[in-house]
């Protein structure tokens, strides 16, 4: 246990910072895994993978000579017909089964797209540098890196630009309505496998994003995409589905959180501080619904 | 009800992902002495599987082509057979058993990595099996007693006190302050158990101690108190990935230490995913192509380099030079021996006492190579920004002096 992390104000305050920065990355990576279980109930386990897909295209965009910040444009673009044809091949065949059925063929498709990773670009670790510069705040006692700003401006204009799409377009309608009752949607002429398709491609779209960002930020390997997809999953429990807000907030608190963990518990508990507070939440949960229901009685 | 059904589903799928290997063999059959190998040629070792393929098939070949191994008269001629762990400990060592008890493999090559070899190491004891090991450098794997284990390279807990010691000495002698952050894995762990006996020994003084996590990718609390504790020195390993973090946050948070010693630069190709923001890092590698061992069958580390370079078209790791020096050693044992016996065998391998253009090989009683130091390179760039490793530590080899302390990043 180390509390160095509340001696110096300014130290707390670098974390704070960070935490908020790197929460709203991972706030958007978990937007779309909400989109996704909120519209068709499905979990997927390989929204990390897809996020690490994302990354190397902007990376290979950067070996190409390309600035990997268009990554954050051409990345969605790719990773959206991505999404659509994962959803073609796996997704549809799995939609209206059960929950364990669907989590069992993303995970497949997890461990796919992570051998095929590995096999198409090498197990090396890579990164994209983005020459982005760091600003330094309080006489050089806080340092944030530009890199880490722009990863968040990013996510909030896309964040801002789906929720406006969501309330304005047809599309987005037709999602809401998708979610609220498939059955009624379907009735009133939506035509929901449509609405399934594009809601997998947005989804696998913002893990493009995000990969592209993660590749300028930090680093890229085949074999990262798991505490990527619990990250989101935690953020989501906590957030609860459709609730926007709720995951920028929850984003942003597990982005603080594991910057605390970080400093007090150490850099070796990190990932598992996020687990713990998982099970904590859901305990608490539950504690709160047994309660709930014996007012109920 | 319904929530506890997708933890369940989520808890079995993860523990599934997470529950997740590499070995090499021989017997004579004709004139071919017929070696096994399990080697990552797919998984996360992959790229490194792949350098110790293309080392073990270059000395392979070049044995063979300047007459092969005498062995009773006779010569002899090395065929390996080899076979993927997919970077899975569980399968290498299946993969071990199915060598020795089915196809009867005799002598064994070691796969990539300390943790794939560890899971070797068991089943080729049992069967008293000969394996001579490249690219497994964990000190926990000369210490359990094992008999029939070779290791061409130097322990992994050697790695980085040479830095420490230097850093003392241009202390004037006087103790230093350690910042070190270590990836929770055994190698990792090794080199960090090598900077705590140098810390005891030179009076040093440990002042931050980060254990990193294996999906690392973010040390940005680490690098926030060694700017606030301003230590002397900062250690970091944490293979490929630990290198790639560390320089790049360094150099986005500014971060001003007078030393920067890390490992796995070369096979991270520092200098060339961070051209200029690696410059003056201090690196521990197991060779350098520039050292001047010698030996008969590539002659000296700059030939080895240029005719590798020649067959697989890149500059070779120091991965590669030590898994073909380990085919050197096999065949110098046979010809000691005279004989197939996996005992003579065994022991003319612990009588071991050679040099390869890799360097000097005299095993210790545990299966460690006593008789290779660890080399230092710094990387060193241009005003055009073009970077190059070179030796700065032993003296004996050192082909640039080095540079110390690191110059400022507000005067760089």
């Known amino acids: 246990m180390d509390f160095l992390v509340f001696q110096y104000p300014m130290i707390t305050l670098q974390a704070c910072l960070d935490g908020i920065l790197l929460g709203v990355l991972f706030a958007l990576i978990a937007y779309g895994m909400a989109l996704q279980w909120g519209v068709m109930n499905i979990i997927n386990i390989a929204q990390g993978d897809l996020v690490i897909l994302g990354g190397y295209i902007a990376y290979f965009m950067y070996l190409y000579g390309i600035h990997p910040a268009w990554g954050v444009i051409v990345a969605p673009v790719i990773m959206y017909f991505v999404g659509i044809a994962i959803y073609k091949l796996v997704i549809n065949k799995v939609v209206d089964r059960d929950l364990f059925i669907s989590i069992l063929a993303t995970f497949g498709i997890s461990i796919l797209f992570m051998q095929l990773m590995n096999f198409a670009f090498g197990a090396d670790v890579v990164l994209a540098n983005s020459g982005y510069g760091t600003t330094m705040l309080f006489d050089n006692n806080v340092v944030l890196p530009n890199s880490k700003i722009f990863s968040a401006f990013i996510s909030i204009v896309f964040a801002v630009c789906l929720v406006i799409y969501m309330k304005k377009s047809k599309l987005g309608r037709a999602i809401r309505a998708t979610a609220q009752n498939a059955r009624a949607a379907k009735i009133l002429g939506v035509d929901t496998e449509k609405v399934y398709a594009a809601t997998f491609g947005i989804n696998a779209a913002l893990c493009g994003v995000a990969g592209a960002l993660i590749s300028i930020t930090f680093t890229i390997h085949p074999y990262m995409g798991l505490p990527y997809t619990i990250r989101s999953f935690m953020i989501v429990i906590v957030a609860g589905l459709g609730n926007l807000p709720g995951v920028a907030m929850s984003g942003m608190g597990l982005g603080v959180f594991e910057e605390f963990a970080d400093y007090i518990l150490g850099t070796e508990f990190r990932i598992g501080s996020v687990f713990l507070l998982l099970v904590l939440i859901l305990v608490y949960r539950r504690f709160k619904l047994s309660r709930k229901r014996e007012y109920l009685k | ?412």
């Open chain 2, 1 to 412: 009800m319904r929530l506890n059904k997708i933890i369940l589903s989520f808890v079995s799928a993860l523990v599934i992902l997470f529950s997740t290997s590499v070995a090499s063999f021989a017997k004579v059959v004709g004139d071919k002495i017929i070696l096994g190998a399990a080697i990552s040629l797919t998984g996360k070792y992959s790229s490194n599987g792949v350098h110790t393929q293309n080392g073990y098939n270059m000395a392979v070949d070049r044995i063979n082509s300047m007459g092969g191994v005498k062995v009773g008269g006779k010569t002899y001629k090395f065929d390996i057979i080899y076979y993927d762990d997919e970077s899975n400990p569980k399968r290498a060592a299946q993969l071990a058993e199915r060598l020795i008890s089915q196809d009867g493999v005799e002598f064994m090559l070691g796969p990539y990595s300390s943790g794939l070899t560890k899971a070797i190491a068991p089943v080729t004891e049992k069967y008293g099996v000969p394996m001579v090991e490249a690219n497994g450098a964990s000190r926990s794997l000369f210490t359990k007693g094992y008999k029939y284990l070779f290791a061409v390279l130097a322990p992994a807990n050697l790695y980085l006190d040479v830095a420490i010691e230097t850093a003392v000495e241009l202390n004037g002698g006087k103790p230093v302050r350690i910042a070190q952050a270590f990836e929770q894995d055994a190698f990792s762990q090794d080199v960090r158990l090598g900077i705590l006996d140098a810390a005891e020994r030179t009076g040093s003084k440990i002042i931050i101690d980060d254990k990193l996590p294996k999906e690392l990718n973010d040390m940005a609390a680490t690098l926030v108190k060694v700017k606030q504790m301003k230590p002397d020195v900062l250690v970091v390993s944490g293979h490929t990935k630990g290198a790639l973090t560390a320089i790049r946050q360094i150099a986005e948070m500014k971060v001003d230490v007078p030393m920067l010693a890390m490992t796995h630069c070369d096979a991270a190709k520092l200098s060339k995913q961070h051209g200029k923001n690696s410059q003056y890092a201090l690196c521990a590698s197991q060779w350098h192509k520039s050292l001047t061992y010698k030996d008969d069958f590539f002659k000296d580390g700059m030939t080895y380099a240029a005719d590798f370079e020649k067959e697989f078209g890149y500059d070779p790791p120091y991965q590669s030079a030590e898994s073909s020096a380990a085919l050197l050693v096999f065949k110098d044992a046979f010809e000691r021996a005279n004989s197939f016996d996996q005992k003579k065998v065994r022991d003319a391998l612990a009588a071991t006492n050679m040099q390869t253009f890799y360097g000097n090989i005299k095993f210790a009683p545990g299966g460690q190579n006593v008789d290779k130091p660890m080399v230092l390179f710094q990387v060193m760039c241009d005003a055009s920004g073009s970077c190059e490793n070179k030796v700065v530590a032993p003296l004996k080899w050192a082909s640039a002096k080095l540079i110390h302390p690191i110059p400022k990043w507000s005067e760089r």
